[in-house]
């Protein structure tokens, strides 16, 4: 039997997901939810609003499918690929749903919990979809106000109907929005590269700017990275509630965070480093291939004791952990290197043997 304490839906759907969201049979789609959402999610929604509608009309018929004072709506894959047509393939929805609950918009369990069906229930978190379709819309309405003046003229509904449906929110934004209109997510402080597209901009608003905000993208980055050796069952499903989590933690270990951030900077300095060879005028270059034959030529004539020595005292560089092993590898074998870079290394290491004191000994 459902829960008395069971709130009625109609109670939960804020006002724009009240005018964005259809109870009809018909795939009935708004252009305004397909552009701040992209298509395939809003028909997604679309279609999984409809039968959470539909089954709140009758919670006692549906009785079965209440949970923890919750309407879901249980899909085998079969019944997904009809009910939400997005292509012949499942690849369509399994990017849609897991960009969904990323966002803390989807929610989906495994309510039966038998080894014959185990079959997805899903839900909506209507609040976090209301709060993002708010957010998205924002920027529409601040694009249309900041626009030409004869573009001012043009009415909403006028734009939804010569605007193609599914364009992507930031085609839009770039088409009808100038650098200063851009205030959010300010973001100059922050590397987030590394976290998918999707969280990234959710992500920006959350955190705190400056070094500690840093901390905790770089945490959500490592807990991520960590995901990929896990099972499904235990990787992390929504994560930017587990973020919020961690965020209200006091006794917070950052050491996962701060891996990731020393390997930024290595890579960082790595970069800037072949950079510079690239950058390294013509004359020069045709240098190194001169070098490198002397270089190679005095590695091969030093002992194997030598060569140790020889990378033990004048490794100066902090390379890349890849680079270091080629140059160690060309040095102990005495074999050709590929790449400039590795070249560049070896010739300034010999040179280096070559200028010091203990020279004559290798």
Known sequence: MPSKALPQLDAELGVHVRSLLFDEPPIALSPTLARAMGLPEAVFLQQL???????????????????????????????????????????????????????????????????????NFFSLNYAALDALLEQRLS??????????????????????????????????????TSKEDIKEPPTPDLVLDELPRALREEVARLVPQGPLGQDFV?????????????????????????????????????????????????????????????????????????????????IENSSHEARAKLIKEHFTASPGRQIRSKVEASIMTGSQPEGRYVQELICSIVESAQGGQNASDV
């Open 49 to 119: 609003h409809y039968w959470l509608a539909h089954k709140a009309r009758d919670p006692l018929r549906y009785r079965d499918y209440i949970h923890d004072g919750r309407l879901w709506v249980k899909w085998t894959q079969e019944e997904l690929m009809q009910q939400v047509p997005l292509g012949r393939s499942t690849e369509p929805h399994k990017r849609v749903i897991r960009v969904l609950k990323e966002l803390d918009i989807l929610l989906v369990e495994q309510h039966l919990r038998s080894s014959w069906n185990q079959s």
């Open 218 to 298: 770089d945490l959500l980055v490592a807990r991520l990275k960590r995901d990929k050796q896990l099972p499904v069952e235990h990787q992390l499903q929504y994560p930017l509630s587990w973020l919020k989590t961690m965020m209200q933690k006091s006794d917070l270990d950052f050491t996962p965070a701060k891996k990731i951030s020393a390997d930024r900077k290595t890579q960082q300095k790595t970069k800037q480093q072949v950079e510079m060879i690239i950058s390294t005028p013509k004359s020069e270059k045709a240098a190194i291939s001169e070098r490198l034959r002397a270089a190679m030529q005095f």
């Open 139 to 176: 920027h529409q309405c601040s694009a249309v106000k900041n626009t030409s003046p004869a573009a001012d003229k043009t009415t909403l509904v006028e734009r939804e109907k010569t605007t193609p449906i599914g364009a992507a929110p930031s085609d839009h934004y770039s088409k009808t």
